[in-house]
């Protein structure tokens, strides 16, 4: 992802789609990070946290192209926390 804007339409469109489901765990996973709580290194790694745990604990709710918007998702948050 090149940039911040691109990754916040990426989780919102997750987001969207699990509401749109009603995939629940998914939801109330990355809910704990999302919306970012603070733009600080805290919550940005609030964010990663989540995302980690909706990739390590709910993956049977997902498809396979919202798996691989996730892995995306993380690996761009993961890059925000070391530039800092």
């Known amino acids: ?10 989780l919102q469109g997750l987001v969207d789609a699990w509401c ?13 990070g999302y919306p970012l709580s603070s733009p600080l290194t805290d919550g940005w790694g609030e964010l990663l946290n ?19 918007t996730l892995d995306d998702c993380i690996s761009a948050v993961d890059q925000v926390l070391h530039r800092r």
């Not at 995939?23 to 704990?32: N, T």
């Not at 989540?50 to 691989?68: N, S, Y």
């Open 1 to 10: 992802m090149k940039d911040n804007a691109e990754l916040f339409r990426a």
């Open 20 to 32: 749109d489901r009603r995939c629940f765990r998914a939801l109330r996973a990355v809910l704990k």
């Open 50 to 68: 989540a995302l980690r745990d909706v990739r390590a604990f709910e993956r049977g709710e997902l498809t396979e192209q919202e798996r691989v």
